[in-house]
């Protein structure tokens, strides 16, 4: 079974931090997902990895398929940034099944 | 308009009652999934349909059915509600695309059975 780890479990930074949360996994994986879950639950994509690297305003993820790790990096972090945090790996190239990790909950104080 | 609906979005009904949660999406696409999150735990699938006529049980499925009414519509039902139900339920779609998928969820349905 996939296990999805996420590292820290809950972050607390000032205002203009940078910002770093960690997500491993165990067995190969076809594709990583990095989500962000609004304080109301609402969930919606961030990005979606299978190598490399992609940005996307001050939010930035990384992927390293050989050590089984991904990153995802929040430059000059804001009070909105405020939400849980949730990596989910896709296993099977030819299904559509998530493995989720628990995820990170992240409070950016003024 | 949300590309994922659900409804409703919070209820509170008692044990051994048939509770329906509904979703409807605009995307188009052809899989659509229910989840459920609980405290301290990831997102965990209880069916998935890839369309109309092909659906599938996730890890959780027990104690659920669902219906996949057309392709924009796929109904999560707890024929009768136990305590251990109480949850946020999401709906989520995808597309089939083998190149990378998107996956859109709904706004979560709050679920308490007392």
């Keep these: 079974k996939n296990e999805v780890e996420q590292s820290p479990q809950n972050l607390t930074a000032q205002e203009g ?13 076809s594709a990583l997902h990095w989500l962000q879950q609004h304080p109301g639950g609402g969930i919606v994509s961030l990005f979606m990895l299978s190598s490399g690297k992609k940005k996307h305003g ?15 990096h929040i430059t000059a972090s804001h009070p909105r940034d405020s939400a849980v945090y949730i990596c ?19 409070s950016v104080i003024p | ?18 509770i329906m949660l509904e979703c409807s999406q605009t995307k188009g696409h052809d899989r659509m999934y229910w989840y459920r999150q609980d405290p301290g735990l990831g997102l965990r699938l209880i069916y998935y349909s ?6 599938n049980k996730g890890e959780i499925s027990d104690g659920y059915s669902v219906s996949r009414q057309a392709q ?4 999560l039902s707890l024929e009768s509600a136990i305590p ?7 709906c989520a779609t995808s597309d089939s695309s ?10 979560g349905s709050w679920l308490t059975v007392v």
């Design chain 2, 98 to 107: 083998f190149s990378g998928n998107t996956i859109y969820f709904g706004e």
């Design chain 1, 88 to 106: 989910a790996v896709k296993t099977g190239a030819g299904s559509y099944q998530l493995t989720f990790g628990k995820g990170t909950k992240l």
């Design chain 2, 50 to 55: 890839f369309d109309v006529k092909d659906i």
């Design chain 1, 58 to 72: 001050r939010l930035i993820a990384t992927i390293n398929i050989q050590e089984k790790h991904s990153s995802l």
């Design chain 2, 84 to 90: 251990n139900q109480t949850a946020l339920y999401f």
């Design chain 2, 72 to 75: 924009a519509k796929f109904s």
């Design chain 1, 17 to 29: 931090e940078f910002i770093t949360i960690n997500c491993s996994y165990s067995v190969g994986i």
């Design chain 2, 1 to 18: 308009d949300a590309d994922v609906t659900q409804t409703p979005r919070n209820r509170i009904t008692k044990t051994g009652k048939r």
